[in-house]
């Protein structure tokens, strides 16, 4: 039985198109809807260039922008849970608490694990 969010005949380069535009969909809507991703777009506007100036090898600078792009992943997971989650129930429940509270644990783990990063880089 085929699923109702697959479409049919979509397979190939077709797929990889629309893939494409349904990633840019989320880029938009996240960005649109959540105060916190735009500020951490603005911080990796500064802090990815930045990389290529702290870094001196090229694994310095994979580290240091992959820890900002980390950060950034972390943020969409946290909202999507969000809202699947607000999606299934607005009701308080204490497993809708728990999922986003550790969607939230998530984009903390990766801001700390690039404040490391960027520190251990810098004064290295």
């Not at 629309?18 to 989320?26: K, L, M, P, R």
Request: proline fraction near 2%; aromatic fraction near 10%; charge should be positive.
């Amino acid at each position: 039985m085929d699923s109702p969010s697959k479409p049919k005949n979509n397979t190939g380069l077709k797929r990889l198109y629309n893939a494409f535009f349904f990633s840019i969909d989320g880029f938009k809507a996240c960005f649109r809807t959540e105060q916190a991703f735009r500020q951490e777009i603005y911080l990796s506007l500064v802090a990815l260039p930045l990389a290529f100036w702290f870094g001196h090898t090229a694994i310095e600078r994979v580290l240091l922008i992959t820890s900002i792009l980390l950060i950034l992943m972390a943020e969409m997971l946290n909202t999507a849970i969000e809202r699947v989650v607000d999606r299934i129930s607005l009701e308080r429940h204490a497993l809708s608490k728990d999922a986003k509270d550790i969607g939230s644990a998530i984009v903390l783990l990766a801001l700390i694990n690039a404040i490391i990063t960027w520190v251990l880089i810098i004064t290295g």
